[in-house]
Every structure is written in structure tokens, then in C-alpha cells.
């Protein structure tokens, strides 16, 4: 996507010079644009880990690129070269994006001669980031139908409204995004569209992120309390919720960020269709109860109790708004069974949130 006019990605490999993985440092937005220099896979390892990078197509390819820099790292040896990847995948437990993409790197040069490592760990982490981009582009082009067949309900003019939560955009891939991949394409295709946007608390992605990009776009978006999707659905606000998800079980259980569950609820509620958008490098092919068996990452309690914005000054900093002494959860994920998931949308195309639908598109699993 563009910004100030000159097309970005979230994550690129520079080989000039010392090797460097660049990345847009998320942190920051929307309050100011920074790329990122990551010469390590100890700097990779922390950029994930602190949510520099975040979003799990990003992370993904941001840990591919890591794995880059951790075949030179490794001078050779495979006990490093498992170590390193092992202090990138223990990073973020939740998103099966950034296990899959280490996974790939070490099945991929476990082929080669170590010798070649630094090459064929390059050719790979371009691979992953461009694999990621191109299937957010086709997971629009096949969400783009669901979106036009309710604008030909509506009035001419009359908007769309969708609603996500967190931000599944292009900054939580290399481009495009899941969730919002589908309501460019039909902004682009000239179908009106608006945003419902989650505020998404404790960490704001919604509110920060998914914002940003969508003004960038040009989409009309408005932001809002977390609290408040119910009631908007309620009275007709919503015409569908397209979320993402960190990790998709194989049969249609989706992990996404905390708060999504209760969308979901209040969506069966009110017969509003409930869209989850992946690549399928998010599916994890081994778990089957995602409420059981997905890992869910606990962050700092931090991130509960104080909030960052920017002051008048155009400083960023960060103010308490908790009661000093009271404890706080910080969970950053919840699952969506499937029976609430009206249909997933992947780069293959549209299908039930179930093992049957998911195997009907994808019946090799993750091969
Ligand atoms: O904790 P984050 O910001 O890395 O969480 C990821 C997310 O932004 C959401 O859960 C998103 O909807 C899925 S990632 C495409």
C-alpha cells in the first residue's frame, strides 16, 4: 500500500552492505512513520516479541527474514541454527503464521549443503513475503462478491457497513491484509463502503492501526468503544463483521484478537453474517478444539493499566487509568468456536468454518 505516495510493504531484506531486515515500526503510528533496522536475529526476536512487527501474516515473514539472518548467524552449525529458531518461534505463542514460516526455513535448508544457507534462507524469506502479499490480494478478490451482493440490496449510495476488530489490514501482513483486503478491493471497485472499526483495547490496534490505513485508503471508517458493536447491530448498523485470526484449528475454531468471541456472540445474535479472512498459513493442521488447545498469550498487565497517546506537545507518552494496586488480566487472544462463523475467506476461495468445508478447499491440509 502507499503512503505519502511511495508503495510500502511491512517487511523487506536489504543485502547491501551488512545483511538488514527493515520493517515499518508499528509502534509508533499513527503518529509518525519509521522504518526499522533489524540486524540480529536477537533484534528480530525483540521486534516481534514487543510488537514493532505484529499481526500474524507480519510476523511471519518478519521471522522469515530472521531466519535469514540467523543462517549467517549460525556459521554453519545446525544446533545454532535450531537455537536461533527456537528464540524467534518463542516469541509470540499465539499466531501460527510465525511457527509456520520457521518451520519452512529449516525444511528448507535442512536440503542444503550448509555452505548455502545465507542464499537459499534469502530465497525463502522473499518467497514467504511475497506468498503473503499475493494471498491477501486474491482473499479480496474473493471476498469482494459477499460485499457486493449486499450493496445490491442497498439504496444507491448507501454504504456497506462492515465492522472489524484489531487490525487485520496490510500492516498486520506484507500487503493488503485479510480483513480489509476485500473491503479495498471493493472500494476500489467503486461498491460504498464503511468501516465500523473497533477501538480494540488494551493495545488499540483498531483504533491506531486499522484507522491509519483505512484514511489512507480513502475508505470512510469510524472508530469505535469496543463495547459498542452490539448495540450497533441491534439496529441494523452492521451489515457484516469481517475479522481475522491469529490461528484457524482445521475445523473452523479461530483464534483472534481478544474480544472477537464476543462479536461473534452478539453477531448470532442478530443474524449479522460473521466473515473470517485468512491465508492459509494461518490454518493449524493439528489442533481440532481451538478453545482447549490453542496456546493463548498472556501479556504484561501493563498494557491494561496505562494507555499511550500523544500529547498536545506531539510527544507520545503513556498515563495511567487504573486504580493504582488493582490487578489486571491481560489475555491477548480469545477463540470464536465455528458454529459462529459464517464462512472463512482464503486465498483459495470461500467455505464453511468446519472440517469438511476447509478440507474441501484445502484437502492436503498444510502439504
Ligand atoms: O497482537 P497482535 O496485534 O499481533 O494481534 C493480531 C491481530 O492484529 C489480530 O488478532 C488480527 O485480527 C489477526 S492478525 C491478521
Redesign the pocket.
Known sequence: MKVGGRQYVTVWGSREGVPEVRVIDQRKLPFAFEIESLTTVGAVAIAIRD?HV??????GATAGYGMWLAAGECRGSEERLRELAAQLTAT?PT?TNLAWAVARQLRALSAHDASRWPEIAWREAEAIAAEDAEWCRRIGEHGLPLIREVAARKAPGEPVNILT????GWL??TDW???TAPIYTAHRAGVAVHVWVDE?RP?N?GARLTAWELAGEGVPHTVIADNLGGHLMQKGEVDMVI????RTTYTGDVA??VG?YLKALAAKDNDVPFYVA?PSS?FDWETADGVADIPI?ERDGGEVSRVEGMLASGELAEVDIVNPGSATANY??DVTPARLVTALITERGICQASREGIAELFPRGGG
Request: glycine share 12%; net charge positive.
Open positions: 510488537m505484529r499481526g500474524a501474516g507480519c510476523i509470540r499466531a476488530h484489531c487490525n487485520a498486520a501482513f491484509g485479510s480483513a480494540t493495545r490496534q475479522t481475522g485470526t491469529d483472534n484478537k472477537t485468512l494461518t498469550e491477548a487472544f
